[in-house]
């Protein structure tokens, strides 16, 4: 061999390298620590978002078992009220007719 030329074994070869790589290695790691950072600033507003979205659904939900309640409630008040109004009907019809046998007896006998 040359006496120009460096001779190195494997391992210290290795440990050249190794010593070149904290700053590619650094650079990388400040890269995915701040990739990381955006991911959980993200992660975050999205569970935030989702939060919101489950108690806007909650309140929804709730007001629509609310309003079918409702619902049903002034089905039964419109029902109630066919019924009322079907029996008065009835009843003015009744209090009507003897006024007509009434007025058809004094038709009939003048």
């Given at each position: 061999?040359?006496?120009?030329?460096?001779n190195l074994h494997?391992?210290?070869l290795?440990l050249?390298?190794?010593?070149?790589l904290?700053?590619?290695?650094q650079s990388?790691a400040?890269?995915?620590?701040?990739?990381?950072?955006?991911?959980n600033?993200?992660?975050?507003?999205?569970?935030?978002?989702l939060a919101e979205?489950?108690k806007?659904?909650?309140a929804v939900?709730q007001?629509?078992a609310?309003?079918?309640k409702?619902r049903?409630?002034?089905?039964a008040?419109?029902e109630e009220n066919q019924?009322?109004?079907e029996?008065?009907q009835q009843?003015?019809?009744?209090?009507?007719?003897?006024?007509?046998?009434?007025n058809?007896a004094?038709?009939?006998?003048s």
């Open positions: 061999m040359d006496g120009g030329e460096v494997p391992t210290q290795g050249r390298l190794a010593t070149s904290p700053t590619a290695s990388q400040k890269k995915l620590n701040a990739f990381q950072a955006t991911v600033e993200k992660l975050k507003y999205l569970e935030e978002a979205e489950t806007r659904r909650e939900e007001q629509a609310e309003n079918a409702r049903k409630e002034l089905e008040a419109i019924r009322s109004q029996w008065f009843l003015l019809e009744e209090s009507e007719e003897p006024a007509r046998h009434s058809r004094v038709a009939l006998s």
